[in-house]
């Protein structure tokens, strides 16, 4: 497992977990809206600014897997915001892991970040058990914060501080 700069290859492995609604449901885009063309504005988008750095994580005969990326990058406060999408076929064996382990090594080495941080839905019970087995530290609850298929959901907010790190 690896993550490299995004490819347009990897567009129908993303379009897969875009539209798959069990890996959809806690995201707040609207996957019937979803176009291939967006994908492909995003693949060709991934890398033009310094605030954003998106990755494909993929095996080692180089197939799409998923998406990590590193958000809103402060550089001034020295922190970004953590996310990680991935294809079902790559859920449950330690994939997750390892590339958080090389996103959370760019961003407090190569960027020299302080802290990354992320929100995810209340209700995401798996992903929050990923988050505080990975080290991620709860930070609190923002209540009805987000609207998720017409419902007001709660966003909980995790961090993982350089100085912290123990992983």
């Given at each position: 497992m690896?993550?490299?700069?995004?490819?347009?290859?990897?567009?129908?492995?993303?379009l897969?977990?875009?539209i798959?609604?069990?890996?959809?449901?806690?995201?707040?885009f609207?996957?019937?809206?979803?176009?291939e063309?967006?994908?492909i504005?995003f693949?060709?988008?991934?890398?033009?600014n310094?605030?954003d750095?998106?990755?494909?994580?993929?095996?080692?005969?180089?197939?799409?897997?998923?998406?990590?990326?590193?958000?809103?990058?402060?550089?001034?406060?020295?922190?970004?915001?953590?996310a990680?999408?991935?294809?079902?076929?790559a859920?449950?064996?330690?994939?997750?892991?390892?590339?958080?382990d090389?996103i959370?090594?760019?961003?407090?080495k190569?960027?020299e970040?302080?802290?990354?941080?992320?929100?995810v839905i209340s209700?995401n019970?798996?992903?929050?058990?990923?988050?505080?087995?990975?080290?991620?530290?709860?930070?609190?609850?923002?209540?009805?914060?987000?609207i998720?298929?017409?419902?007001?959901e709660?966003?909980k907010?995790?961090?993982?501080?350089?100085?912290?790190?123990?992983?």
């Amino acid at each position: 497992m690896k993550i490299r700069k995004l490819e347009l290859k990897d567009k129908f492995g993303m379009l897969e977990w875009m539209i798959d609604p069990e890996i959809n449901s806690y995201f707040r885009f609207d996957p019937n809206k979803i176009s291939e063309e967006q994908i492909i504005d995003f693949i060709t988008n991934a890398d033009v600014n310094e605030k954003d750095k998106h990755f494909a994580i993929v095996d080692q005969n180089d197939e799409y897997l998923g998406t990590i990326s590193l958000k809103n990058i402060n550089y001034q406060d020295a922190n970004a915001e953590y996310a990680i999408s991935l294809r079902k076929k790559a859920m449950g064996n330690n994939i997750a892991k390892r590339a958080t382990d090389k996103i959370i090594d760019i961003a407090f080495k190569e960027l020299e970040l302080h802290k990354v941080y992320l929100n995810v839905i209340s209700s995401n019970t798996r992903a929050i058990r990923f988050y505080e087995k990975y080290g991620f530290k709860y930070e609190g609850e923002f209540a009805e914060h987000v609207i998720i298929r017409g419902k007001y959901e709660n966003l909980k907010w995790y961090s993982i501080i350089k100085s912290c790190q123990n992983n």
